[in-house]
């Protein structure tokens, strides 16, 4: 019988103690602590600290960090020679790759460590404001080492520092995306670095994989779609049609999750705060999706996914659509790093999968 697993579906390819999804229970846990409970309030240098080393860290080391983040977030030369070459109309996507790459270019193909995962993670940020204000036409504002990460991310975008409530949203969903166990771009990046490949490389490759709109690139689709659906009067008929069509609703279903997705609860309530005009219209299309999707699959329940409700808090926040999955990938820079360097630290051989032979038998065997 073939062993083929389409899409790896059910296929143990790793063992962590970094988080776990559990899709029947609709349970993430960071490091044994549930998101859901508490862990979601503290901020990215407490969460990256959790994920990175196993525990919260105590007040001196949550300063130390933090100063190690602030002082890494100036882009070098190469990465600003980079950012001026870019095209205006480039992919955000395409941009934060490109200026990782550029950032990351150096001799050899060094070990990923956790200190790397500090550096990428404190530029992946830098990186994302810059082209955002390349695409304005303005010129880069520098990182301020007196701002904790969120607040300096959107500081960097405006060259103004952003309100209390901006900071407090955008940290809540740098630290609900930081990490989701084997996601899809979190085992792209493992299986470079399981042939010995560097971190940035890493990184690269896994935001290359979460640009698809299957992954995070369904942000920027979900708000497309709610924008398509209009009012919340109109839900209704939007979600049959577009079923109908044979279309799929963007920021619904889940590999794992056979349950709402408890981000998506999170995420959900911010976005009712920043953005109440957006969620009244995402909770109309919400309710109606979840009746026809459990309606027309019986068999295999799809729910509201982390993906639904972050355009909202987004672009709230002042982030063009396509920039949403560049927002999604700076925090989950964490969650990659951490899984690469854990893999390695287990002793992981290279990733290397079998695939079946289907073709045709050779006409003669040249024995
Ligand atoms: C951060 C993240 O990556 S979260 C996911 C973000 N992606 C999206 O929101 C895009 C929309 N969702 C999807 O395309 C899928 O649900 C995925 C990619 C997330 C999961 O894919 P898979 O686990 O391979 O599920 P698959 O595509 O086989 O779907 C299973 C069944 O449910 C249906 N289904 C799943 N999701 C949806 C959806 N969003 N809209 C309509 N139907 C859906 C499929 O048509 C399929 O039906 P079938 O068995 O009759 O053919
Ligand atoms: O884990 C997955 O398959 C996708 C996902 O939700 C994430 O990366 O956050």
């Excluded at 020679?81 to 150096?106: E, I, K, N, Q, Y």
């Excluded at 049609?241 to 889940?254: A, E, K, Q």
């Excluded at 019986?298 to 920039?323: E, K, M, Q």
Aim: proline share 7%; with cysteine.
């Amino acid at each position: 019988m073939s062993a083929f697993q389409s899409g790896l579906e059910g296929v143990v390819v790793a063992q962590t103690e970094i988080s776990e999804v559990d899709g029947e229970r609709g349970r993430l846990i960071y490091r044994g602590g549930n998101l859901i409970e508490g862990v979601w309030q503290r901020n990215v240098p407490e969460i990256a600290h959790l994920l990175w080393y196993g525990r919260f860290p105590t007040a001196a080391e949550l300063a130390d960090l933090e100063r190690v983040l602030a002082s890494r977030r100036a882009l070098n030369p190469a990465a600003r020679a980079a950012l001026a070459g870019l095209p205006v109309d480039a992919d955000p996507m395409d941009a934060l790759r490109t200026l990782l790459s550029a950032a990351g270019a150096g001799p050899g193909c060094p070990s990923p460590s956790i200190d790397q995962a500090k550096t990428i993670t404190a530029q992946a940020a830098t990186a994302l404001a810059a082209f955002w204000r390349h695409r304005r036409g303005l010129p880069p504002v520098e990182p301020c080492a007196e701002l904790g990460h969120a607040e300096n991310l959107l500081y960097m975008m405006r060259g103004e520092r952003p309100t209390a409530d901006e900071v407090r949203w955008l940290e809540a969903y740098l630290v609900i995306t930081a990490d989701h166990a084997l996601s899809p771009s979190t085992f792209t990046a493992q299986i470079v670095g399981s042939a010995g490949g560097d971190l940035w490389s890493a990184i690269v490759a896994a935001i290359s994989t979460l640009k698809g709109p299957a992954h995070g690139g369904a942000i920027a689709a979900a708000t497309a779609m709610l924008a398509d659906a209009g009012t919340p009067e109109n839900a209704e008929r939007f979600v049959v049609d577009l079923l109908d069509r044979g279309g799929r609703l963007m920021g619904f279903g889940h590999r794992e999750y056979r349950v709402y997705d408890p981000r998506a609860r999170l995420l959900g309530a911010v976005c009712r705060e920043a953005n109440p005009a957006f969620h009244e219209v995402a909770s109309a299309v919400e309710e109606a999706a979840l009746r026809e999707l459990a309606r027309r699959y019986p068999h295999r329940p799809n729910f509201t996914n982390v993906d639904f409700f972050a355009g909202g808090i987004l672009s709230r926040l002042g982030f063009d659509p396509d920039f949403f999955a560049c927002v999604f990938a700076a925090a989950r820079v964490v969650g990659w790093s951490a899984h690469v360097v854990e893999y390695l630290d287990r002793g992981g051989r290279i990733i290397s999968p079998k695939s079946e032979w289907i073709g045709p038998e050779p006409a003669s065997d040249p024995g």
